[in-house]
């Protein structure tokens, strides 16, 4: 495990809050120079604690008012692969994650859609097709709040 000072945790709540911030500009918050915050970052994400820098896209802004969490219990293990259904799923654009998890379900997807009838028109075209696909669970999000940073930060 890595070993992390107070500067580090700074710099990782802040670029957790909004990673296109500058090594520079985040120095002159935390009393550092460009150059050393660069290093720190550096630092972090050859530790692998810090990895990518991603954009947070509004689904609803885009027309995806409806966010799903299906979690998919496969009908017949052994006979479809794992890798089969993850390459099958992953293919749907309005799957945005595929988790395979442990559980009542072996996989919890994060799916988009434009209203409850064109959801409806992906579970049963697309995600009810796919190979090995059996029980499905819908929970339709409601709101969601981002949490500041990872615990214990």
Avoid: C
Avoid at 10 to 20: E, V, Y
């Amino acid at each position: 495990m890595t070993e992390l000072d107070e500067i580090d945790r700074q710099i990782i709540r802040a670029l957790a809050r909004d990673a296109s911030q500058s090594a520079s500009a985040l120095g002159r918050r935390f009393g550092l120079s460009q150059p050393a915050t660069w290093r720190r970052i550096r630092r972090l994400e050859q530790a692998r604690i810090l990895s990518g820098r991603r954009l947070r896209l509004n689904a609803e802004k885009l027309g995806f008012g409806v966010t799903v969490f299906l979690g998919v219990k496969l009908a017949t293990k052994g006979r479809v692969s794992l890798e089969d259904f993850e390459r099958a799923v992953s293919a749907i654009p309005e799957v945005q994650t595929v988790e395979h998890v442990l559980g009542l379900y072996d996989y919890r997807l994060r799916v988009v859609a434009r209203d409850l009838p064109d959801f409806e028109r992906v579970l049963r075209r697309r995600i009810m097709t796919l190979p090995g696909a059996g029980e499905v669970e819908a929970n339709v999000l409601l709101s969601e709040e981002r949490l500041p940073g990872p615990l214990g930060l």
